[in-house]
């Protein structure tokens, strides 16, 4: 892709500070002749160029990029200094966030503190604060670059990310909350390998070992994680042992020549079908 007209109107709308790529855009383009897909897509072309500094949620324009727009201005261009054109190989070396990211390269599946989840990656992640089904889709969407339109169900976006060729490293917080939906979506894409990197962040501990589609999840692709330990996978044995209790109830009863026995065994079970039985069964 060229640098063309747009892609210089995106530039010329950043400066010395960072600031979030979606507020600039509602503020400049939307519904101005730019779509979000074409804002997005023309904004990494920036980056890949040097003109942009583009980390998670915030955007600046380089020295580079300054030049550019001076030079179409007619002014004087300013040397741009020896640590900008080396930026990516200093940053990597002083960064701290790049240097959690690298050390935690070992496993691409890794479980933080909700609080400390931005702090563990880089400007290389797509980061989503919640795990709706529906800003995932989206987020992906944009950064891939496939239009959206007509794409009305998220199964419509999930399918249309299948079939599209690109590999992500993804970020969700918030993660305990996530819906099967959510589940299902995450491990399809991981299987075909369009997910390289997973990392959540987790909130609430307690909802979250309590979500067992949630720890099958992350114990199917082995995350690590330092802040709690997984459950072992187990076999629950509890409603074998209350049926066991009510057969052993039922052969003294009848053997005792109590003749109401099979509607005593009947009372049993579904006393116990009321109260833990019924919810461990459930689970099952």
């Keep these: ?3 063309d007209e747009k892609s210089l109107k995106i530039l010329k709308c950043f400066g010395d500070e960072y600031v979030n790529p979606h507020d600039v855009y509602y503020e400049y383009f939307n519904g101005n002749g730019i779509s979000r897909v074409t804002f997005y897509r023309r904004l ?5 160029l040097g003109l942009v500094e ?5 955007v600046r324009i380089t020295k580079k990029g300054q030049n550019l ?16 054109e080396t930026k990516e190989s200093s940053d990597s070396d002083s960064d701290p966030v790049n240097e959690k990211a690298s050390d935690n390269a070992s496993n ?5 503190k909700a609080e400390e989840l931005k702090k563990n990656i880089d400007d290389a992640f797509v980061y989503v604060d919640y795990p709706t089904a529906s800003y995932i889709l989206k987020a992906l969407l944009i950064i891939v670059g496939v239009n959206e339109k007509g794409l009305k169900t998220n199964v419509e976006k999930f399918r249309a990310l299948k079939e599209a060729e690109f590999r992500v490293k993804l ?3 918030h993660f ?3 819906s099967k939906q959510v589940l299902v979506f995450l491990d399809e894409l991981m299987k075909l390998g369009k997910i390289s990197a997973l990392y959540v962040g987790v909130k609430n501990e307690r909802k979250a070992l309590k979500n067992k589609k949630l720890i099958e999840f ?3 692709w082995n995350f690590e994680n330092e802040k709690f330990k997984l459950p072992k996978e187990s076999v629950t044995l509890f409603p074998l042992f209350l049926i066991g209790i009510i057969g052993v109830v039922l052969i003294i009863a009848l053997r005792s020549g109590y003749e109401h026995a099979s509607i005593l065994s009947v009372l049993i079970m579904l006393y116990f079908f009321r109260s833990m039985l019924f919810r461990e069964v459930r689970e099952l």
């Design 1 to 3: 892709m060229k640098l």
């Design 44 to 48: 990494e072309l920036l980056k890949q």
């Design 54 to 58: 583009w980390r998670v949620g915030e």
């Design 69 to 84: 727009l001076y030079a179409l201005n007619g002014m004087d261009i300013e040397p741009v200094e020896e640590r900008t």
């Design 108 to 112: 691409p599946f890794r479980i933080y």
């Design 171 to 173: 970020a969700v917080n």
């Design 176 to 178: 305990e909350n996530s």
């Design 218 to 220: 992350w114990q199917d």
